[in-house]
Nanobody, 115 residues
Framework: QVQLAESGGGLVQAGGSLRLSCEAS????????LGWHRQAPGKQRELVAR???????YLTNSVEGRFTVSRDNAKNTIFLQMNNLKPEDTAVYYC?????????WGHGTQVTVSS
């Protein structure tokens, strides 16, 4: 099993920055795909960013150019650097891990961007 622990959420003014971290433990390897989803109130959960074991990355269009996803395999940790935050980014951000067989979720960290 995989356990995921997010941290780094908080309240920030529009235009500010936050850095989210997700430490993975358990049955995880450098080939496990790691990423972030977010869910705003009343909306569906959406994929924000993903990074594979080969460091190939994906960012959804709404955050491309503002967010950066990275991982430290030695620490089994994924990061989401969020710059130029907008109120539309307000959501609970969930870390996920995908080993090709199972999908695991963290409990989420709240990001609130005030206008």
């Amino acid at each position: 099993q995989v356990q995921l622990a997010e941290s780094g959420g908080g309240l920030v003014q529009a235009g500010g920055s936050l850095r989210l971290s997700c430490e993975a433990s358990g049955r995880i390897s450098s080939t496990t795909v790691l990423g972030w989803h977010r869910q705003a109130p009343g909306k569906q959960r959406e994929l924000v960013a993903r990074i594979g074991g080969g460091m190939a990355t994906y960012l959804t269009n709404s955050v491309e150019g503002r967010f950066t996803v990275s991982r430290d395999n030695a620490k089994n940790t994924i990061f989401l650097q969020m710059n130029n935050l907008k109120p539309e980014d307000t959501a609970v951000y969930y870390c996920h891990a995908d080993n090709g067989v199972e999908l695991f979720w963290g409990h989420g960290t709240q990001v609130t961007v005030s206008s």
